[in-house]
């Protein structure tokens, strides 16, 4: 059976991407006036962001896990900061949860496993 990717799923990969290479961009652009492990910590949760809309796209089922544990690790983080910020956090990780298992998006990634089958 052939499954489409899901219109959310899409544009939420599509923004975890930008998002991860803005944000890559932007930290490595401060490299000269950042400490050198802040700079790779968040480098690598910036391609964490890169790699999960990555293989989202192609249906990879692990993929939308990576994404909630994106998603958590920033609801965490928040937690030292606004009430504003935290909300917001909470709200898009319930939104993001909601679009990942939501029943197309659960057959999209479904095929992912019968192919490994």
Not at 69 to 97: M, N, Q
Request: charged share 10%.
């Amino acid at each position: 059976m052939d499954h489409k990717r899901p219109i959310p799923v899409t544009a939420l990969s599509i923004l975890l991407i930008l998002t991860g290479i803005i944000a890559l961009i932007g930290s490595l652009m401060q490299i000269p006036r950042a400490n050198a492990l802040e700079i790779s910590l968040a480098s690598l949760v910036r391609l964490v962001a890169i790699v999960a809309g990555v293989f989202m796209l192609t249906g990879r089922s692990w993929s939308r896990w990576l994404c909630i544990a994106w998603f958590a690790y920033h609801i965490i983080l928040s937690v030292g900061h606004t009430r504003f910020e935290l909300i917001a956090h909470c709200v898009f990780g319930i939104a993001v949860c909601v679009i990942l298992f939501s029943p197309g998006a659960n057959a999209y990634f479904a095929r992912d496993k019968i192919d490994q089958t």
